[in-house]
T-cell receptor
């Protein structure tokens, strides 16, 4: 099975940087996804990492270390609209297993 | 591209009745469609996986006779919640893929059973 662990909540100030960690245990690694989900809405795709290293996409970056079973999502220059739940997910058997999600609250 | 729609966006029904939720891939043919349920402040829980023309595969603990899934075409899957009860009130989300690992999510359907 898949075991995915991420912090429950994080709070940060507008303009700051927040790093959301995700550790996973899975058989047959096929990459790792990060999704953003605002309350009452469906998840939206942020990133997909297959190889080790950092991938930057504007204010959001995602890092993967396959040997450590570890990923993080880095949110820079936080804006109020970034307040949301961030979900780490790993594929298995053509399905996705989601972590419990990290709720990020951005304060002015 | 890769847009998935759901209908209805929200629905209120009385206890004991059935509700049908549609999931459509608008600009691609979906190899597989997935149905999730999400309770407040919890993550997405996969209910079942469906492929066009075949029976859905349900996750452990999900009652297949209560949550009927029909996948009639490569662009349409339906979830019917039969004999709904208040504990079935939840946010139901579908997703679809084109054969790879990435899933494209629908906007979700909020079901309230009174």
């Amino acid at each position: 099975g898949q075991n995915i662990d991420q912090p429950t909540e994080m709070t940060a100030t507008e303009g700051a940087i927040v790093q959301i960690n995700c550790t996973y245990q899975t058989s047959g690694f096929n990459g790792l996804f990060w999704y953003q989900q605002h309350a009452g809405e469906a998840p939206t795709f942020l990133s997909y990492n297959v190889l080790d290293g950092l991938e930057e996409k504007g204010r959001f970056s995602s890092f993967l270390s396959r040997s450590k079973g570890y990923s993080y999502l880095l949110l820079k220059e936080l804006q109020m609209k970034d307040s949301a739940s961030y979900l780490c997910a790993v594929p298995y058997d053509y399905k996705l297993s989601f972590g419990a999600g990290t709720t990020v609250t951005v304060r002015a | 591209g890769a847009v998935v729609s759901q209908h209805p966006s929200w629905v209120i029904c009385k206890s004991g009745t059935s509700v049908k939720i549609e999931c459509r891939s608008l600009d691609f043919q979906a190899t597989t469609m997935f149905w999730y349920r999400q309770f407040p402040k919890q993550s997405l829980m996969l209910m079942a996986t469906s492929n066009e023309g075949s029976k859905a595969t349900y996750e452990q603990g999900v009652e297949k006779d209560k949550f009927l899934i029909n996948h009639a075409s490569l662009t349409l899957s339906t979830l019917t919640v039969t004999s709904a009860h208040p504990e079935d009130s939840s946010f139901y989300i579908c997703s679809a893929n084109e054969g790879g690992n990435e899933q494209y999510f629908g906007p979700g359907t909020r079901l309230t059973v009174t």
